[in-house]
């Protein structure tokens, strides 16, 4: 610890003290105004965790660079109210994004959080066992807001503090904290220091949490599961497929899923995937068709789609990250081929109808495609959306490409 005499904040502790007010302020208009908008839920998530950050920040610049001395004049009862408003206030900003965060790792819905659309935060993995645990979820709750309730009293009193002893005192209070606005009649602060330390601690806090998802996105499928690629990859397998007689050309092909989620349309593609096409224009009855999907190659362009797909309800591609589909019962028809697709992913397997024209010259052949799946079929997003209040129970599947007759 630190100490001087100066009667003035440095503009750092003045920058997080108003920073993290205008933060909680908005926060709670945030909390009361944010009921079935998903846009709002992340942002109050991602703000939460913003505060959580620069109080942790706040905390190690408070003990390296220690504030101003209460005023001289004021009442001992009164330097101890300022001293437990502060405490309250202090812990709250740790506390309330904590019960935030544990309310989202607890969760049945298990939405994901992505930092203001860009950065993926993981659960508390401590907490996993209470996943679902309505009793734990109703008490986490039940502090969550009333705290908010309690934040709001504590902010009160330190507003009416500061505005009786600025209007009561010779030398006031808010002088020290309002930048500029009294710099000629109030000494500078005293020399600042810790700077690396205090914002330096709270960036690396960030960083390790944040690389969880990162490193979790990178690891193995779990291997006490059962064998996901073997079981998934037997569905294409068997029977006996007969040689591919086509040779995919994939920077010219794309499978991409679309569908309607909050009243808005999405649609993404997977990366990586492969096919086995063997395909005769002259006995389409005898052609065969197999695809292999890596599901985590899922991408849509919005980072909170992409997480939620790689998430246990949706593709589980932790566990699972292979899907296949094997293209069956070709037939010819008025504008081109049907077909009867049969996806499994996870441990489900539905068949759907799959539409097609192919445009064959020379050996070249140019392929557009459509089918629809259901995901309830499908059992994908069942826990935190089994009416399609927010995504679409259709999804539908478009196939484009070229392939060269081999």
Do not use: C
């Amino acid at each position: 610890m630190f100490k001087h005499s100066s009667s003035r904040y440095t503009a750092v502790a003045i920058a997080l003290h108003w920073a993290i007010a205008a933060l909680i302020i908005f926060m709670i208009w945030l909390g009361w105004n944010m009921d079935e908008n998903e846009t709002r839920y992340q942002l109050h998530k991602s703000i939460g965790i913003t505060i959580l950050l620069l109080t942790v920040a706040r905390v190690l610049w408070r003990m390296l660079n220690p504030p101003p001395a209460l005023l001289a004049e004021m009442k001992p009862l009164e330097k101890i109210a300022s001293h437990y408003v502060h405490l309250g206030l202090y812990a709250l900003m740790i506390l309330m994004p904590l019960f935030g965060w544990i309310l989202v790792s607890i969760s049945k819905f298990q939405v994901p959080t992505v930092l203001f659309g860009a950065v993926s935060w993981p659960n508390l993995p401590f907490l996993s066992g209470l996943r679902g645990n309505e009793l734990a979820h109703v008490i986490i709750e039940t502090l969550h807001s009333k705290g908010a309730w309690v934040i709001i009293a504590l902010l009160a009193l330190h507003v009416a503090g500061a505005l009786k002893h600025e209007f009561s005192s010779e030398e006031g209070v808010l002088k020290r904290m309002i930048p500029g606005l009294f710099g000629k009649t109030q000494p500078p602060a005293a020399p600042a220091r810790g700077f690396f330390i205090a914002f330096g601690g709270a960036a690396l806090l960030f960083a390790l949490i944040a690389a969880g998802p990162v490193l979790a996105q990178s690891s193995t499928p779990d291997k006490a599961a059962p064998p996901p690629l073997e079981q998934e990859t037997a569905v294409a397998t068997s029977e006996t497929a007969p040689e591919p007689n086509w040779t995919v050309d994939y920077s010219k092909s794309e499978i991409r899923f679309s569908g309607m989620h909050d009243g808005n349309t999405f649609s993404g593609t997977f990366k990586d995937w492969t096919a086995d096409v063997a395909f005769f224009p002259d006995a389409v009855e005898t052609s065969d068709v197999r695809v292999k999907i890596q599901t985590g190659t899922a991408t849509t362009g919005k980072k909170l789609y992409n997480d939620s797909l790689r998430a246990p309800e949706w593709f589980d591609v932790s566990h699972h990250p292979v899907a296949t589909v094997r293209l069956t019962d070709f037939a010819k028809a008025e504008t081109g081929y049907t077909a009867t697709a049969s996806m499994r992913l996870k441990n489900d397997t539905v068949t759907t109808p799959l539409t097609f024209t192919l445009d064959i010259k020379g050996d070249v052949a140019t392929l557009n495609g459509e089918a629809r799946f259901d995901r309830k079929a499908l059992k994908i997003g069942q826990i935190s959306d089994p009416n399609a209040e927010w995504v679409s129970d259709d999804v539908t599947v478009t196939v484009t490409g070229e392939a060269t007759r081999k």
